[in-house]
């Protein structure tokens, strides 16, 4: 799936719907890459210190054939556990596109509705 093909929340007339789009787009690829599938939608929202990126749907078939089947628990132990593991990749991403550092990254999903939420601390910056 292109990034083009997922649904962006972000007004990307301004410089900070731009960066919000980037932040969506390149959140998107970084699951792709880990999880063989992207989410199909992204949003990004920043208030002062805080990045939080929701992404919905990109679960692959044997996750999915999992939660037919009542098994929610392995697939949220295991997109958490990629994420725990991978943690300084997305840390990096951010870093790099906000141009400030992550002091807290907080991951979680919701398997039932396929949707996950990154959370990104940033330290603060001027006042």
Known sequence: MSNESFQQHAQTATPA???LAEISRSMVQLYKELYGKG???ARTYIADDLVICVLEGGFHRGELALL???QEEPVVTQREAVQETMRDRF???IERLVDRKV???ISGVDAAT???ADLFVLESGPP
């Open 39 to 41: 989410p199909t939608k």
């Open 114 to 116: 396929e949707t996950s």
């Open 91 to 93: 840390i990096e991403l």
């Open 103 to 105: 002091v807290s990254f």
């Open 17 to 19: 719907g731009e960066l």
């Open 68 to 70: 037919e089947h009542g």
